[in-house]
């Protein structure tokens, strides 16, 4: 059964740093990504890492994030550096493109990891 758990979020103030954790199970981990959805708004990919190991960052995180992953543990990381309170959101992993499963190839996603940053 296909799986994500992630975790690692909290409460930290404007500045610190958080590191985030997603365990995959079910299938082997390849090509996968970081997303998040702020109250309000679309969910966004904002780190990926491609199946060769290259890495994509959005603009709004770029220098501040980095994502990794270790396939002995199959587990993706993304370590979140110089928090912004725009950062405040749930944060998923999932493949890249995210995974669709079942008859009617529905979207998976876990229940994310809410991270709030306080100005």
């Known amino acids: 059964q296909v799986q994500l758990v992630e975790s690692g979020g909290g409460l930290v103030q404007a500045g610190g740093s958080l590191r985030l954790s997603c365990a995959a199970s079910g299938f082997s981990i390849t090509a996968m990504g970081w997303y998040r959805q702020a109250p309000g708004k679309q969910r966004e990919l904002v780190a990926a890492?491609?199946?060769?190991?290259?890495?994509n960052y959005a603009d709004s995180v770029k220098g501040r994030f980095t994502i990794s992953r270790a396939y002995a543990k199959n587990t993706v990381y993304l370590q979140m550096n110089s928090l912004k309170p725009e950062d405040t959101a749930v944060y998923y992993c999932n493949a890249d493109p995210p995974l669709r499963l079942g008859e009617y190839g529905m979207e998976y996603w876990g229940k994310g990891t809410l991270v709030t940053i306080s100005s």
């Open positions: 890492i491609t199946l060769g190991g290259s890495t």
